[in-house]
């Protein structure tokens, strides 16, 4: 079945860039989706990208995506201390498979 | 309103307990889940249903059973509760938009079986 992987842990500053990365292993999905969890919550949908894109910005939002590496990152400009939560990559069609979700900390 | 709402928030249980997770939600979505979430290990899907006769089994559906009641609930129950059920578990839905798959999350519940 499907594999999603991601890295567990990212620490960065205050206003600096973060980048979140994440690789799969099923090249059949049409789309990838990016997803925030904040603590206490549920998971909300902050982006996706389709599969014939290499690159979507949305504000302070990149999403990367290199199909023959079956690599996605995300990468969030002038991160803020409200961008502390944990991201999870995902990909599939009938069903979603997640990653195991990077939990970013931001330092003030 | 919430547009996914989960009963309920937190449950504290014995082993061996039949215990039932309700989710209802006012999206109109055809689709629902249920994922299990553990920390280090994301989320896992335990059952999916497309429409009110569609029941789907996920990655790890034993020890568990779901019932769709109506295209706007979806229950999930542990018929004999143990303790690796301990655990975060969300219910989601999502709308068919060719082969976009977003889904909408409800707060969760928080499951400790003792």
């Known amino acids: 079945g499907e594999d999603v992987e991601q890295s567990l842990f990212l620490s960065v500053r205050e206003g600096d860039s973060s980048v979140i990365n994440c690789t799969y292993t099923?090249?059949?999905?049409?789309?990838l989706y990016w997803y925030k969890q904040e603590p206490g919550a549920g998971l909300q949908l902050l982006t996706y990208?389709?599969?014939?894109?290499d690159m979507k910005q949305d504000q302070r939002l990149t999403v990367l995506l290199n199909k023959k590496d079956k690599h996605l990152s995300l990468r969030i400009a002038d991160t803020q201390t409200g961008d502390s939560a944990i991201y999870f990559c995902a990909t599939g069609r009938r069903a979603l498979t997640f990653g195991s979700g990077t939990r970013l900390q931001v330092q003030p | 309103d919430a547009d996914v709402t989960q009963t309920p928030r937190n449950r504290i249980t014995k082993t061996g307990k039949r215990i039932m997770l309700e989710c209802s939600q006012t999206k109109g979505h055809d689709r629902m889940y249920w994922y299990r979430q553990d920390p280090g290990l994301g989320l896992r899907l335990i059952y999916y249903?497309?429409?009110?006769?569609?029941?789907n089994k996920g990655e790890i559906s034993d020890g568990y059973s779901v019932s769709r009641q109506a295209q706007a609930k979806f229950s999930l129950s542990l018929e004999s509760a143990i303790p690796n059920q301990t655990a975060l578990y969300f219910c989601a839905t999502s709308d068919v938009a060719g082969d976009r798959n977003e889904q909408f999350f409800g707060p969760g519940t928080r499951l400790t079986v003792l």
């Open positions: 990208i389709f599969s014939n894109m």
């Open positions: 099923d090249s059949s999905s049409t789309y």
């Open positions: 249903s497309f429409d009110v006769k569609d029941i």
